[in-house]
């Protein structure tokens, strides 16, 4: 005699077998086969669905009729050969035939997924054009940007709290700012400086202008307008320009999947990108500043964050080395042996989300100078060309990918905040 409980087990065993031959009977074309599978895999459900709602077991007469029709339907299935062994075996293609199907969604789901985080709403496709026009046909809000312009010694007072974002996006950059200024227990000690490009500078000011953010003094500048910004004193603009490095993160090829979709992203052609190594550059008269991206947003006062001794450190920063996505090995292609000799594969890369930097320090190093002259002497590059192209020791541009690993190549030091 069975046990109730081993009544209600061997139905749910005949039930997973039985799912497994109605598959292998639908890809043999046996579909009248498939459809009697079916019907008694319902049945059998009934039944222990009826039981369970009852709360109370399933007796071997109620349950003997269901039993023996699946057993005899099982018996049938192995008859037309759809024994153990081929089923084993068609199982194990179809899972082969679903896992490339699977590597064919997730790399489609990444790069949809990749371009639906940076779109924007439909209405907001012609923000800049709105903004551009209306900056031109409405004098006020030039007057306004122009009386606020006017006040320069806040842009260059140092006993205020100096942020800087670079970004040609207009409503990440107004998150970042007002989620400081709303944050901020003083915001008139607030001053943020924007660097945006050509195609955005009018809208951005436009937009800024139209808004106050709890009085937080706002600075918009375009990096067209740096005159020290050319080829030979920042190489990396040369390289931005190459069409091959162009071609790289413009070009529909998906690099045989060995380079993440999200790695290459047209952005990290904007000098946007690369223009936080030439801060002290940028902020001449400033000795500290806080650099936010523009996907931050502040959820606390963080003045407090100008009172921290970086102990005669460049960078101060957040270690992120909870997770090994932010290990050195995940940045940098230990293949080489340059990379081998001179990178621990374990060592931890930094939040750049949220940085403070003593540009005083940073400019007694002369760390924007030196810094390709000092990677390759630290990082044993014969050439200062060979530092400056993509096909040296990173997979990605160095300016972009290989920030963490850079500074710590050249001795910045890094504090944990």
């Not at 409980?5 to 039985?18: C, E, F, G, V, Y």
């Not at 709105?130 to 004098?139: A, I, K, P």
Request: with cysteine; net charge neutral; proline share 3%.
């Amino acid at each position: 005699m069975l046990s109730p409980n081993s009544i209600t087990r061997q139905l749910s065993d005949q039930i997973s077998l039985a799912k497994a031959f109605v598959v292998i009977a639908k890809e043999s074309n046996n579909l009248q086969f498939a459809w009697e599978l079916s019907a008694q895999i319902r049945n059998s459900q009934v039944l222990l669905s009826s039981a369970a709602t009852r709360r109370a077991p399933l007796t071997t007469r109620e349950s003997e009729t269901a039993i023996r029709d699946m057993a005899l339907l099982l018996f049938q299935a192995q008859q037309l050969h759809y024994d153990s062994a081929t089923m084993i075996m068609r199982l194990k293609a179809k899972i082969q035939v679903l896992d490339e199907q699977m590597g064919i969604v997730n790399e489609k789901s990444s790069k949809y997924g990749q371009i639906a985080a940076e779109e924007i709403p439909k209405g907001l496709y012609c923000l800049g054009i709105r903004l551009t026009t209306e900056w031109f046909g409405n004098s006020n809000l030039q007057r306004k940007m122009n009386e606020r312009i006017k006040i320069q010694s806040k842009l260059r007072d140092n006993s205020l709290y100096h942020f800087c974002v670079f970004s040609d996006n207009i409503l990440a950059t107004s998150v970042v700012v007002n989620s400081t200024a709303l944050n901020s227990k003083n915001p008139s000690m607030v001053v943020f400086h924007l660097v945006t490009d050509e195609i955005n500078y009018i809208a951005m000011k436009a937009w800024f202008a139209m808004n106050t953010f709890r009085g937080v003094t706002v600075e918009v500048q375009k990096f067209e307008d740096f005159k020290w910004l050319n080829a030979s004193y920042v190489p990396v603009l040369k390289q931005l320009q190459d069409s091959e490095t162009q071609s790289y993160y413009f070009s529909g090829h998906n690099d045989d999947g060995r380079t993440p979709i999200k790695f290459r992203n047209p952005k990290y052609l904007s000098m946007l990108n690369h223009l936080r190594f030439y801060i002290p550059e940028v902020f001449p008269a400033l000795k500290k500043v806080v650099f936010l991206d523009d996907d931050v947003v502040v959820q606390k006062d963080i003045s407090g964050l100008f009172s921290v001794d970086l102990n005669s450190n460049v960078n101060g920063a957040v270690e992120t080395c909870m997770e090994t996505f932010h290990r050195y090995h995940k940045y940098l292609n230990y293949s080489h042996p340059l990379i081998r000799e001179h990178f621990d594969p374990d060592a931890c890369g930094w939040a750049f989300g949220m940085n403070v930097f003593d540009l005083v320090e940073w400019r007694k190093r002369n760390v924007t100078a030196n810094l390709p002259l000092l990677a390759r002497k630290e990082c044993g590059s014969d050439t200062v060309e060979t530092w400056d192209t993509t096909s040296w020791t990173f997979d990605f541009l160095w300016a972009n990918r290989a920030i963490r690993s850079l500074m710590a190549c050249v001795g910045i030091g890094l504090y944990k905040c």
